[in-house]
């Protein structure tokens, strides 16, 4: 099934309010991420059936560590798991796992699953997904920029080519849940000339049709790119 999508080819989220989402019903804020990644799941399916190319979650920033020792090793616990459980998953909907972000310095076992089932789902052709993992995007673009100086110059092209996001199709809408407005580091460069959407549904909350709804008005959005 196809559902028209207004255009967009690559959708980024910053999934934000497990913690209230959590707090909201008593409960400790791994249960709001615990939730988050059953939303992760609906919505990855959705993101297919949207005919989007190409789907970018932002799950651990490289500013996560400061939060308490424990919820990071619940995080790094689901996310573990999220990628050992649903590799059956990712061949029943034709997903592409990408990872990106400073992965290579997680812990071992992790870097391991990863490097696992980025091998397991490279065949995989309808919709990527790109899951953004000890991710900042000023670290993403001194490593993109030093590359670039290491291979002659520093050109807007260079500097482009170096992403992480490089064989990615442009993104055309970045969505945060939750209330925030603000990009916190997640895909400075990319974001340029991406629409913004912001809704006050928590991540946990938020479902295909809260998808549908921000590319419904993408799809009214007028794209001028600095021209009249
Ligand atoms: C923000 O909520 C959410 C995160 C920091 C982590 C996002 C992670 C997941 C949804 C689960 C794992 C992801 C995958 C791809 C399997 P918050 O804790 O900052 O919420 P708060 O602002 O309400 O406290």
């Known amino acids: 099934m196809t559902i028209q999508n207004q255009g967009a080819r690559h959708v980024a989220i910053i999934m934000d309010g497990n913690g209230r989402w959590a707090k909201k019903r008593l409960l400790p804020r791994v249960a709001g991420h615990k939730a988050g990644v059953e939303a992760v799941r609906t919505i990855v399916r959705a993101a297919g059936d949207m005919g989007l190319e190409a789907l970018t979650l932002y799950a651990f920033s490289s500013e996560n560590w400061k939060r308490p020792e424990e919820e ?35 812990a071992p076992d992790v870097v391991a699953l990863i490097e696992n089932a980025l091998e397991r789902t490279s065949g995989n052709k309808r919709t990527t997904l790109a899951v953004a993992l000890n991710y900042g995007a ?35 809408l970045l969505i945060r849940t939750s209330g925030e407005v603000r990009l916190s580091n997640f895909l400075l460069w990319q974001s340029a000339y991406a629409e913004l959407y912001f809704t006050d549904k928590l991540w946990p909350d938020f479902k295909p049709a809260d998808l549908q709804a921000a590319l419904d008005q993408f799809g009214r959005r007028e794209r001028r790119y600095g021209g009249l």
Do not use: C, Y
């Open 72 to 106: 990071v090793n619940d995080l790094m616990g689901l996310m573990k798991r999220f990628i050992v459980s649903d590799l059956d998953e990712f061949a029943a909907n034709d997903v592409k796992l990408k990872v990106i972000g400073d992965w290579r310095a997680l």
């Open 138 to 172: 000023q670290d993403e673009l001194v490593r993109a920029a030093t590359a670039a100086a290491a291979e002659g110059a520093i050109t807007a092209e260079a500097i482009e080519a170096h992403l992480d996001t490089a064989d990615m199709p442009p993104l055309d």
